[in-house]
């Protein structure tokens, strides 16, 4: 088996490499994981694409086999998330965060999202360098999230802790990723109570509605329900996927322009171009590598390989998006790239919940950065950027620039 360790280091600050080298040999290899066990990694673009929408690779863990799988556990909960489950549960929940997550309510995000970008660049400009990963990739999502779900003020600092600690856990260290767990379950608890007890006009108190209106699940003779462990851990994963992949996609996209200068000069030039740059963006250096395991619920043959039922499939996301078969010079930025159906953000009914605020957030920063200042510059040689020490994100510790 090819090995895949976490800890070689052209994996985490450049993956694409090894994955071409991947992708040229065969479509799918079965590989040892992040975590010790064999898996199947599947590299090429149409069947990463076909197997995200694949019902017979399913989510919950319950359909992989016994010592297969290995994952950090979440109390029930926070476990009962969307990233876990299968129809007809995931439909069911998906249609219910449907009638409170509108297109409507993100659309409403977008001025808010505009001052705060603005307050942070205010906040850098004169020391004229910053680490923009700390000062403005982090913040902004985190804000603007907090905001939609109605996370007091008070309480985002301690979130924004706990959250980085679950993103990239110290091995030596596991009771740190505990204790992570164990506060956020209480913060959120916590959070539910009071918004169920004084209701504002967030996305939290519209959800609880959604759950209390419909219902408890063990109440017979009711329609779509949420039961509580599902609303704390739809609460759990909107804030934490909303902000670690937005992160994410908001400093790899700079560091894309940075790092292009030709790419960033068409922007400064026209900046009409950024819907279709955050597209681009997203497929050359999306946040997440690879999306979340599956697990044949029966033998499944994919590029030619049959998988046994109960094996752990991963899908990777950024080997599909360098596909050359499916894009032309795909190792190249290009932010006026017509055909560009990237799977950064999924395909399927997974399709990934907060895309369009994720989109809008990563376009409004990146005008305003762009606007504000018009000699941003890498305060560091590219070289010596570093990346998260995981598989699992595609992000960096730290952007030192200057301006």
Not at 202 to 219: M, N, W, Y
């Amino acid at each position: 088996m090819t090995p895949l360790d976490p800890t070689v280091k052209s994996l985490i600050t450049d993956p694409y490499g090894a994955y071409d080298t991947l992708r040229a040999k065969a479509p799918v290899h079965r590989v040892v994981g992040p975590d010790g066990l064999p898996v199947w990694l599947v590299t090429r673009y149409p069947d990463v694409r076909q197997a995200l929408a694949d019902p017979r690779l399913a989510l919950d863990r319950t359909h992989a086999a016994p010592g297969n799988y290995r994952g950090f556990a979440l109390p029930p909960a926070l476990d009962a998330n969307l990233l876990n489950m299968d129809p007809p549960d995931h439909t069911r929940i998906r249609r219910l965060v449907a009638r409170a997550f509108t297109p409507r309510r993100v659309a409403a995000l977008r001025a808010p999202i505009e001052r705060v970008a603005e307050q942070l660049l205010d906040a850098v400009e004169p020391s004229g360098r910053a680490d923009l990963l700390a000062s403005y990739a982090a913040p902004l999502p985190i804000t603007v999230i907090c905001d939609l779900l109605g996370v007091p003020e008070e309480d985002r600092r301690d979130f924004r802790a706990w959250t980085d600690t679950l993103i990239t856990p110290d091995p030596t260290r596991p009771e740190q990723a505990r204790d992570a767990v164990k506060a956020m379950l209480g913060f959120f608890t916590g959070l539910i109570a009071r918004k169920r007890a004084e209701p504002a006009d967030d996305l939290l108190s519209d959800l609880i509605a959604v759950r209390d209106e419909e219902g408890d699940p063990g109440t017979e003779g009711t329609g779509d329900r949420l039961s509580e462990d599902e609303l704390t851990s739809l609460a759990f994963l909107i804030l934490f996927a909303g902000y670690e992949n937005t992160v994410h996609l908001i400093a790899n996209a700079v560091l894309a322009l940075l790092t292009h200068p030709e790419q960033l000069a068409a922007l400064r030039a026209d900046p009409e171009l950024i819907e279709g740059a955050v597209e681009e963006f997203a497929r050359f250096d999306g946040p997440a590598p690879l999306a979340i395991r599956r697990f044949p619920r029966e033998p499944v043959t994919i590029g030619g390989v049959t998988v046994p039922a109960g094996e752990t499939v991963l899908l990777s996301l950024a080997s599909a998006n360098r596909d050359p078969g499916q894009f032309t010079d795909p190792d190249r930025l290009d932010l006026r790239r017509r055909e560009n159906g990237h799977l950064a953000l999924g395909h399927g009914i997974h399709y990934c919940l907060g895309a369009p605020l994720a989109r809008m957030e990563t376009a409004l920063a990146i005008t305003a950065l762009l606007r504000r200042f018009p000699d941003l510059a890498l305060d560091v040689p590219v070289e010596r950027l570093r990346h998260r020490p995981t598989m699992r994100a595609r992000g960096l510790l730290e952007l030192p620039v200057r301006f």
